[in-house]
């Protein structure tokens, strides 16, 4: 049994707590706020709540696997509800295709919507990525890899010169599926031009699986890792600064916090690795993606019809979501902003034909900044600049004896699948009591 401690409260600290106390290990989880979650927590204003970071997330498998492999399976838990549609899009020339997950014909018949022809296009495209998801899948997101012994048919991809804004010009001449296949990136705050073409997978990834959500909202699943760390008696210790690594002959030994040491032999940084001395030079040549702009609503009276998630198109990129927790006769939106924002999110909806500027009777605002001071850190990990960003983050190893990495800044990605696949790597690579 070793003393393991995770540096970090969201959902890849939870995840590789209860996953390797589950595996026999003295569990330690330190996190800096006054409660757990992340940007798994919820917002709340005036009897409305709304989901603080993702809303939905792909590959429910992730989910499924970390539940049954820390204990009950996630059914006993939480209710996975798979939505009708992963998003809408809407263009500047007011045109519009809502793209469904989990089949093949249903995407072919809505982008034929947008003109004929153009369903074959798309599917094709994303069937262009089959392969890359299976070295993906296997060698890179589900075992634990080497930087300087990646399997061949790895390395040729991680290695790979190609772009996804070149790999997209080349293949869409309209411009509409350009931008839908380049969107979950420019959401997360990347220019096209240095996001590696092989990054593509997510549309693939999308029509085969799906989109699903929590009833309840995502910090219902907060929630539920919350009470299963407690059943695997993970010691968890909240409004606990940890300010660095403590090594000993260049092997940790420690976690230095402003409470005092905390003795350790594996430890597990689920935060950006810049928060801790001993780990920032290893990562100094990276940068984080910058969080969107925030504004979640509270809205009375009939709303315009939306899906679970509707990107308007433009600058500003716009991103409304759906399904916050309201009152009776009220709704809760949250809409995200990328780009020139010149203008009142609110305003700039109304240009899209989506006025509720009357309607608002709660109002919650986030920054950029807010953001990053309330999480301790980007929640979208590490910006993508160029092919050799994916050696230069950390994880699951680290350079550092017994130190592993998991959360947003050690994957290829943000969001739950990357982040939940992170700690699985961490729990591999760590192994059994």
């Given at each position: 049994m070793a003393r393991v401690v995770v540096v970090g409260g969201g959902f890849g600290g939870l995840a590789s707590a209860a996953r390797l106390a589950k595996l026999g290990h003295a569990v330690t989880l330190l996190e800096r706020s006054a409660s757990l979650g992340g940007a798994l927590v919820e917002e709340s204003e005036d009897g409305f709540a709304w989901d603080a970071g993702p809303t939905y997330t792909l590959l429910p498998a992730v989910v499924r696997d970390l539940f049954r492999k820390s204990g009950r399976p996630v059914e006993r838990e939480l209710e996975l509800v798979q939505l009708d549609l992963v998003r809408e899009h809407r263009f500047e020339d007011g045109t519009a295709v809502a793209v469904p997950g989990g089949s093949r014909a249903a995407q072919i018949a809505a982008f034929d919507g947008l003109a004929p022809g153009l369903g074959r296009r798309w599917v094709d495209h994303v069937a262009s990525y089959a392969d890359d998801w299976e070295v993906?899948?296997?060698?890179?997101?589900?075992?634990?890899?080497?930087?300087?012994?990646?399997?061949?048919?790895?390395?040729?991809?991680?290695?790979?010169?190609?772009?996804?804004?070149?790999?997209?010009?080349?293949?869409?001449?309209?411009?509409?599926?350009?931008?839908?296949?380049?969107?979950?990136?420019?959401?997360?705050?990347?220019?096209?031009?240095?996001?590696?073409?092989?990054?593509?997978?997510?549309?693939?990834?999308?029509?085969?699986?799906?989109?699903?959500?929590?009833?309840?909202?995502?910090?219902?699943?907060?929630?539920?890792?919350?009470q299963r760390l407690a059943t695997r008696k993970v010691d968890v210790r909240t409004s606990t600064e940890v300010t660095d690594l403590v090594l000993r002959e260049g092997r940790v030994v420690a976690v230095a916090t402003d409470a005092g040491e905390v003795d350790a032999e594996v430890v597990v940084c689920a935060v950006d690795p810049r928060r801790l001395p001993a780990l920032a030079g290893f990562v100094q040549r990276t940068?984080?993606?910058?969080?969107?702009?925030?504004?979640?609503?509270?809205?009375?009276?009939?709303?315009?019809?939306?899906?679970?998630?509707?990107?308007?198109?433009?600058?500003?990129?716009?991103?409304?979501?759906?399904?916050?927790?309201?009152?009776?006769?009220?709704?809760?939106?949250?809409?995200?902003?990328?780009?020139?924002?010149?203008?009142?999110?609110?305003?700039?909806?109304?240009?899209?034909?989506?006025?509720?500027?009357?309607?608002?009777?709660?109002?919650?605002?986030?920054?950029?900044?807010?953001?990053?001071?309330?999480?301790?850190?980007?929640?979208?990990?590490?910006?993508?600049?160029?092919?050799?960003?994916?050696?230069?983050?950390?994880g699951p190893a680290t350079p550092v004896p017994g130190v592993f990495a998991a959360g947003a800044h050690a994957t290829p990605g943000a969001g739950l699948p990357f982040v939940g696949l992170s700690a699985s790597l961490v729990a591999q690579a760590v192994g059994p009591a």
């Open positions: 993906l899948r296997r060698d890179y997101l589900e075992h634990p890899w080497q930087p300087d012994a990646l399997p061949r048919e790895l390395a040729a991809r991680l290695d790979s010169r190609e772009v996804l804004h070149k790999r997209l010009r080349r293949t869409f001449k309209d411009e509409r599926l350009r931008l839908v296949a380049g969107h979950p990136f420019v959401a997360e705050g990347h220019d096209l031009r240095n996001v590696p073409a092989w990054l593509g997978v997510t549309a693939y990834v999308e029509q085969r699986f799906g989109a699903w959500t929590v009833t309840g909202g995502m910090a219902a699943l907060g929630a539920a890792l919350e940068m984080p993606a910058i969080p969107p702009v925030v504004v979640h609503l509270g809205l009375e009276g009939e709303v315009p019809a939306l899906p679970h998630e509707t990107v308007l198109h433009g600058d500003p990129m716009l991103v409304v979501r759906t399904g916050g927790r309201a009152p009776d006769g009220h709704t809760g939106w949250t809409v995200h902003g990328r780009g020139r924002l010149a203008e009142d999110v609110l305003r700039a909806l109304a240009r899209h034909g989506i006025d509720v500027r009357h309607q608002v009777v709660a109002r919650v605002d986030r920054s950029p900044r807010d953001l990053v001071e309330r999480w301790g850190g980007s929640p979208l990990g590490v910006l993508w600049q160029g092919r050799g960003t994916v050696r230069q983050r950390l």
